[in-house]
């Protein structure tokens, strides 16, 4: 179908009342019954204090990735989910061990600077590495530099994050941390140093992985925070050569097995027809992952717990699943779609939270032309919670997008992210960052939709042909 | 004079009118003028950008100390001052080197805290410091222990500072800290941790000094950022037994001789009599020491250059005070008090400006009862910037405190600090921290303060008798 004739028809659906006849009177009365009970509760806070209080960090790999995987489960079954149970995923492991920048210059006394290494970023030789700063407005203006002005040097992308409510500012100014170390390392350079991906002016730097095309490419790679950053411009500014020594310590290991860990309420109905809601339970090195991604573990076991408590039982299947290794790669989502794609067809819908605390204010499908109207009327119990209809574009979230060359439907509930990216990848990221109010939002936003999607009389249309459609 | 025969006349002076005959219409017109270029100007932000650019972080007693009163010095003279000169402060020196807190328990995955070490505390025997931690609520409930309860383990007290406009939280609160460990090492603990000092729920440790009776006494103590202390004390309520592991490192070095740096404009009239103003040039290692007291320097060095500006000279001098080593204890205010007490009654009065960068919204002062109508006058003068006549408690600032008992006049310009305990002693007080247009309403008030007191036709009572007169 054209993109065209689809909004076409979109145009029309939205004329249209919002079609109470497509959910029994029943259905929607426990919808009503979720979303109140949701806002009257915490949201889950419990849940996440609790996680980042007994796991803390829990980085892919590390012990504490274990003892959060044994957390969940004990958790699962505590509540009363029909299974519970763990799908492997395995991968390579990276910690971090310690970063030490220090720049001078003449006339300026030799300063520390606050850094994080990036995510799979090598060690510095004994000794660390000093070389002379070459400062560059953005990626582009590196790519675009002569081999001779970036060889044996290092590295400084200044560009900056603008702060916006859908977290829109930050494709752009991640690809100095995810694409810049390569091309950084391709013209010669000896180390990189990047402005924080963030937005806040608190002196913490912001961490996040970075990519290279082979392992001899990889160097030795840190963002500095805004306020550090802020700094080296005015340093580079007084006109004289700035020297940098970097010392970076880090290590890879051998390969590591988590788990995706899943629970479901099983359907009465269609039990092999499954809504699935996403987070994940890994988290950065460096804060206690609240806000990312305790916040949204919190979410979808609330709302699933809600539905528990409903004396009806849905019609279909609804899974929460806790994504394993999402910060270094996606890779529990990667397992998962590797996993379950040829199944896909029985997935009704995926919808990841992994954005936050912030209130959702929009939701968007990625759904089959005829699922639409359902969409529609899901979102008319969700307006009371004042979330508005978005569009047919969605993503269903970070570890739902390698599910979507398999044509998987997916929901995104999008949060108010204006705050988000003061906190994310950060030290900072802790609990007292979270208002439990919102949470319960978004709680009661997910246990809306999972309930309405379950009780659907019409599926979502994942499969091959969501995929076509959309193309 | 009783306190309240002193209130009673205050309130007679307060109901006359503010008194246009105390200055010629001359120094009036200068005033305004002092007041309204003040405002068209950045308040001396490229002053304080400067310092901290070039030089960042500047504890007592390191190189960077050094480097801070050479750049001083330069930058008076740069001025114009009539003479710019050193009095030497000799002191003790302490560095921090580095600090690891671990905290576990049953049920709890091991998890380092942000911390920093309290100044002038001793590293830890090698290998670090393990045992039981046992939390107070506060330092009274640490006194009144059993130390058998105390004995061998970590003390954590986890008293919280409340926020306020004049900065009022700060005493109560800060008692854990200098208090604290003597308490602690008496009743046989190993360590101390405290809850940061700090309004800020952002993961940044306060940092400061404490105090020990004898070296004999010291202990490890650090502060722990909020969000840790939250965590802490989520730990504890989970009721098992909590193992803190504690490693400082810090080192005592030689004695360090820094120097107040001083500039003057010399009076026309008489030269020998000498209004005051300071800030410290000292910070903490950890920030650029931008709130403190970068923003002191720039307020007080904008003043004096708004009135080197002026066509007329002042009748008294007028002298800019940067003080050393004010965090490690007043010591540059201490040696100051100490060379020229005894010179006091030509000391008009002191001003010091060490509260970072906030609007001044209130003056107050401490000088003989005759002088009262000229801080009224001069308030009349401060008015249009929002500053409010205050009452007759003064400290001039911390580095006048020493002077205090010398019987130094002093004038508080109070600003509004409701903010400056979010950075104060962290790692986060850093430049962009200071908003330029606040900076300058402070310089505008120094600048007229410092003008219409070089003016006043009265002197301002300093001496033994202004001492007295106040007790």
Partial sequence: MTRLLTLLILGLAAALPATAEIFTEQDLTAARELRERAL???????????????????????????????????????????????????????????????????????????????GFTPATPDGGIEAELVMFDDLAALEAAEPGDVEGRVVFIRNRMERSRDGSGYGPAVQARSRGPQVASEKGALAMVIRSVGTSNNRFAHTGMTRFDTASRALPAVAVSNPDADQLERIVALGEPVTVHLEVGSEYSEPYTSHNVIAEITGSESPERIVALGAHLDSWDVGTGALDDGAGIAIITEAARLILDLEQQPKRSIQVIYFAAEEIGLLGGRAWAEKHHENFENYQLGAESDFGAGPVYEIAARVADEAWPVIEAIQHELDPLDIALGGREASGGPDFIPSLPHGLAVVDLRQDGTDYFDYHHTENDTLDKIDPQNLAQNAAAYAVLAWLAAQSPIDFGSGPELLEANQ
Avoid: K, S
């Fill in 40 to 118: 009257e509760r915490d949201g889950g806070f419990e849940i996440v204090a609790d996680l980042t209080t007994r796991i803390g960090p829990r980085m892919a790999g590390t012990e504490a990735d274990a003892r959060a995987v044994e957390w969940a489960v004990e958790l699962l079954e505590e509540i009363g989910f029909d299974r519970v149970w763990l799908e492997p995923v395995t991968f390579n492991t990276w910690h971090r061990e310690f970063e030490r920048v220090t720049v001078r210059a003449p006339g300026v006394a030799e300063q520390e600077l606050v850094t994080l290494a990036l």
